[in-house]
């Protein structure tokens, strides 16, 4: 009933709002709101004339006052959802401003390297601010050397400073006050067209925890990736933070917290808030694509389960990461010499059950299933690959309370006796026993796979046994390559999430330490579901995706070690990703097309042609011509 009246006063709103955006933009059409009351400020007694709207408030220096507009003046200069949602006195601003000069100080004179991360974050976010085609023209150039500043490790290192670092906003905060009002906010933002939102509630960020208001910063970080690595055009994406509070004790005592302080929304009151947002932004953008980023797992698998069949949206740590690990895993089978066929035989053991693990689990089982044969006993047996171990050990079917997203990788107690293991087992007795080919860890804990481990790991029955430390950021990776290959043997293959410099492993060789991040994958499924039009994203699509990627690997490299391709091919990469992913949603009969590309045409295009199509839509960082002259 709520939901019905608040659907037909959407849609009266958009209508005028519509009329305004159409019209002249200084003349504000009667919407019951006070007209000319929302062009004047009443500073000093005199009133000043704003003939601005929106984000063109905030761009200009004489008017704004960022996050020290009052909500009446948001709600007036169409200004809600461009700022994060608490209001802050000029002081406050000042105190924020100077404790974040002052840190910088600090560290300055002690001269830790994360210092000159913050720093060159700084001067390429302020570049960011100046002048977005040659932010992306130095961001493309420079791939390599820059992904680690916009995105991981030193994204996570941004979040965390956030409170300091925010000067000009970007993207929309939708909060939990703005329940119905959603449906005008999205009017808002500036664009008329969105082809990508990434979206985050700030619960868990990357492996940080919950940082409330602040993890926009994340999805700014992934959205860079859009638009450097896919080509997305930077004038059609949309960084979103949902703010429905936050469970971090410090940021709710801290008196310039940015966000919300309250406790987190839960159960259907959390639900309503995501539901309307949804149902905003696909009413404004019916062909958006939203990837949700960095929501803790307890609601990761429940908002993917309610969305992906409804609306074009997918969930980047669960189904990301998933594609990025079978590429990976199937790259370390190739690299013993083996045939990717031989995956199925393969024993797993991952550290971490959350949204990333799970994610990574089900869909390596599934893999496993397919190279076995496709049917329910294939699935079964596949099932028999992996030993789970979560913050209490190896998961059996004796665990109490069991998350029921793990409870299919639960291992039957009888079984586990026989293997010498029980509930609970720690992870070395799981290494020592199971003897894995393959250690994945996803757990969030730094050096969690530590000296005693790693010597466990020397046990292993591969031939060339796997690490994957995919933990972001740095500090969080459950070892370091040196680690890994001064204590298991060069001959190991290595993945991290977070980037680390190669090993040198003397008389010339090199261990290699490749970048296990699901950064090679979310910008080629995402600009693929756009170019190709389908209305959802499959496990199919997703599939192609993560083959493709497995593929980009040549024979020599993965014998070298070298299962992931160097970020500095990117743009390539996504290229191929996108059109195995358009080539999938055409064969499953999902294309609907895009643009002048029709679903007929699409189905057309040979393989070659596709690549072109995708290749031709891809933004490039150049000038747009902005005055003609004849001669
Ligand atoms: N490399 C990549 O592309 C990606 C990496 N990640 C990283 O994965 C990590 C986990 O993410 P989520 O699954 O969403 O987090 P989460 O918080 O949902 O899950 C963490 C899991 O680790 C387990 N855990 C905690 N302490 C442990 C211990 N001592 N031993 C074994 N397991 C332990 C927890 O019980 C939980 O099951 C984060 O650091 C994130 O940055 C996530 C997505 C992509
Ligand atoms: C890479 C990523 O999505 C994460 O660490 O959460
Ligand atoms: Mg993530």
């Known amino acids: 009933m709520y939901y019905q009246i608040r659907a037909s006063a959407w849609s009266l709103i958009r209508r005028v709002k519509q009329r305004r955006v159409s019209s002249n933009p200084v003349v504000w059409q009667s919407t019951g709101v006070g007209v000319r009351r929302s062009f004047t400020t009443t500073e000093g007694h005199r009133p000043t004339i704003v003939h601005k709207r929106s984000l063109d ?59 000159n991360a913050l720093a060159k974050w700084r001067i390429l976010n302020r570049l960011h601010d100046r002048n977005e085609t040659m932010y992306y023209k130095v961001l493309i150039a420079n791939i390599e050397e820059y992904a680690p500043i916009v995105y991981t490790p030193t994204v996570g290192l941004v979040c965390q400073n956030y409170s300091g670092l925010f000067r000009r906003p970007r993207g929309m905060y939708f909060s939990a006050e703005d329940r119905g009002e959603m449906m005008s906010m999205v009017y808002n933002w500036p664009a008329d067209q969105v082809d990508m939102i990434v979206v ?8 940080l925890g ?22 997305i055009n930077p004038q059609r994406v949309l960084p979103v933070m949902i703010d429905v509070g936050t469970n971090n004790e410090k940021l709710l005592k801290d008196p310039l917290y940015l966000g919300l302080q309250e406790h987190r929304l839960d159960g259907d009151e959390y639900l309503a808030v995501i539901d309307e947002f949804m149902e905003a932004v696909f ?7 939203v990837q949700f980023e960095d929501f803790q797992s307890k609601w990761a698998f429940k908002l993917l389960q309610r969305y992906r069949n409804t609306y074009r949206m997918f969930n980047d740590d669960v189904q990301g990461t998933a594609g990025v690990a079978i590429a990976g895993l199937l790259g370390a089978v190739r690299a013993q010499g083996r045939p990717m066929i031989d995956f199925p035989k393969q024993k797993i053991v991952v550290a971490g059950a959350g949204s990333a693990g799970i994610g990574v689990l089900n869909t390596a089982r599934k893999t496993m299933a397919r190279m076995l044969g496709n049917n329910e006993t294939a699935f079964k047996s596949a099932g028999s690959q992996f030993w789970v171990v979560d913050a209490n050990g190896l998961i059996t079917d004796e665990r109490q309370n069991i998350d029921p997203d793990a409870l299919p990788f639960a291992r039957k107690i009888k079984e586990i006796h026989r293997q010498g293991l029980r509930e609970g087992a720690s992870l070395v ?78 008389n010339g060789h090199i261990g290699h330490c490749n970048q296990g991040n699901n950064m090679y994958l979310f910008p080629g499924i995402g600009l693929g579901t756009l170019l190709s039009g389908s209305r959802i994203i499959s496990d199919d699509m997703l599939q192609a995706a993560a083959e493709c990627l497995a593929a980009y690997m040549t024979e020599e490299e993965v014998l070298k070690g070298i299962i992931y391709p160097s970020i500095s091919s990117i743009r390539d990469i996504t290229k191929e990703v996108a059109a195995a992913v358009i080539k999938e949603a055409i064969e499953e009969g999902l294309a609907e097309g895009y643009r002048g590309m029709d679903a007929r045409e699409l189905q057309k295009l040979s393989q070659e042609e596709i690549r072109e199509y995708v290749k031709n839509n891809m933004w490039s960082p150049d000038y747009p011509t902005v005055v003609y002259k004849k001669d």
């Open 57 to 115: 408030i905030l761009h200009d220096p004489w008017f704004n006052k960022g996050t020290a507009f009052s909500m009446t003046e948001r709600d007036r200069l169409d200004l809600r959802g461009l700022l994060p949602p608490n209001v802050m006195s000029s002081e406050q601003q000042i105190e924020r401003f100077m404790a974040d000069l002052k840190r910088l100080e600090v560290h300055a004179r002690d001269g830790p390297s994360d210092t």
């Open 200 to 207: 985050t509630d700030g619960s868990r960020i990357l492996g």
């Open 210 to 231: 919950d940082l409330g208001v602040h993890g926009i910063g994340i999805a700014i970080g992934k959205l860079d990736l859009y638009v450097a690595a896919a080509g």
């Open 283 to 289: 009413t404004r953008w019916p062909h958006v694509i």
């Open 429 to 506: 007795e799981v290494v020592q026993q199971v003897k894995p080919d393959v250690l994945l860890g996803l757990s969030a804990v730094g050096g969690l796979f530590s000296k005693e481990v790693l010597e466990a790991l020397k046990g292993s029955t591969s031939t060339r046994p796997a690490i994957f430390a995919m933990s972001n950021p740095t500090k969080n990776a459950e070892c370091t390559p040196e680690e890994a290959f001064s204590i298991v043997g060069d001959n190991i293959i290595f993945a991290s999430g977070s980037p680390f410099k190669d090993v040198n492993l003397g």
